[in-house]
């Protein structure tokens, strides 16, 4: 099937077969006139050496990772880039939670939903949020791909901070410089492997690190994590 979506404002045509897209990108389904700037399609043979390399992914899962891979790579040269987190929304605010795999981000902002109510704080997007600027703001948007779970909504709000998150018995925040940021966001990020779209990507990256505020949260499996990193990450008018 061929359909169309409106991701980050990016109108996307993406030639697909899988039922994990086709549920995931049901709120991004777009029918409007704005021309389509990104087409997707993950080639046959490429997708039939992923699936005999891979028997512990359905075909289904398989499809689905490399559209969202095929996705990231393009929408580079349109002024976004994908950072591998966790991101809720509370008070008109996007909250990034980036770690590696397994260390807890989305148990972190489950706690917000715990916290702050599930209808207050909602995930924007568990796994991959997309990072852009509007009106020289960076914000977060959410897409249909979002890793293991269905977490994500099809909204874009600006971002209050990045969290790098690190396990911890007690809760603490402290900031850090773009600087102490760059190493490890730069690693939860799509590396593309051209020189022409490393360069991209740099140049983004550049900007919103010289744009945002960063963060070292230290935190145990508890809502007062949620609470500490809230406290210390909300803009000052809120």
């Not at 061929?2 to 991004?28: C, H, M, P, W």
């Not at 008109?92 to 207050?120: I, P, V």
């Not at 779970?149 to 690190?166: F, S």
């Not at 779209?197 to 994590?225: G, P, Q, T, W």
Request: proline letters at 4%; a negative charge.
């Amino acid at each position: 099937m061929i359909k169309r979506y409106k991701i980050a404002g990016l109108v996307t045509e993406v030639e697909f077969f899988n039922s994990i897209l086709e549920k995931q990108g049901v709120d991004y389904e777009y029918d409007g006139n704005e021309p389509c700037v990104i087409k997707i399609k993950v080639p046959d043979d490429f997708l039939e050496n992923q699936i005999k390399e891979n028997p512990h992914l359905t075909p289904d899962e398989i499809e689905y990772i490399w559209t969202g891979y095929d996705f990231n790579r393009k929408i580079l040269k349109h002024g976004v880039f994908v950072l591998h987190s966790s991101a809720v929304v509370y008070n008109g605010y996007a909250y990034l939670f980036s770690a590696d795999c397994g260390t807890g981000k989305s148990t972190h902002t489950s706690f917000w939903q715990k916290n702050f109510g599930e209808n207050n704080a909602r995930i924007l997007n568990d796994d991959k949020p997309l990072i852009l600027k509007q009106n020289d703001v960076f914000c977060a948007s959410g897409s249909p791909w979002s890793g293991k779970t269905d977490k994500n909504i099809n909204i874009c709000v600006p971002i209050a901070g990045v969290a790098l998150l690190n396990r911890s018995e007690t809760n603490s925040i402290s900031p850090i410089t773009s600087l102490q940021a760059f190493t490890e966001l730069y690693s939860q990020t799509y590396r593309p492997s051209s020189v022409e779209d490393v360069d991209i990507l740099l140049a983004l990256f550049n900007d919103f690190l010289a744009s945002s505020k960063f963060y070292r949260l230290k935190c145990n499996m508890s809502c007062e994590a949620a609470q500490t990193a809230y406290d210390a990450m909300k803009p000052l008018h809120n």
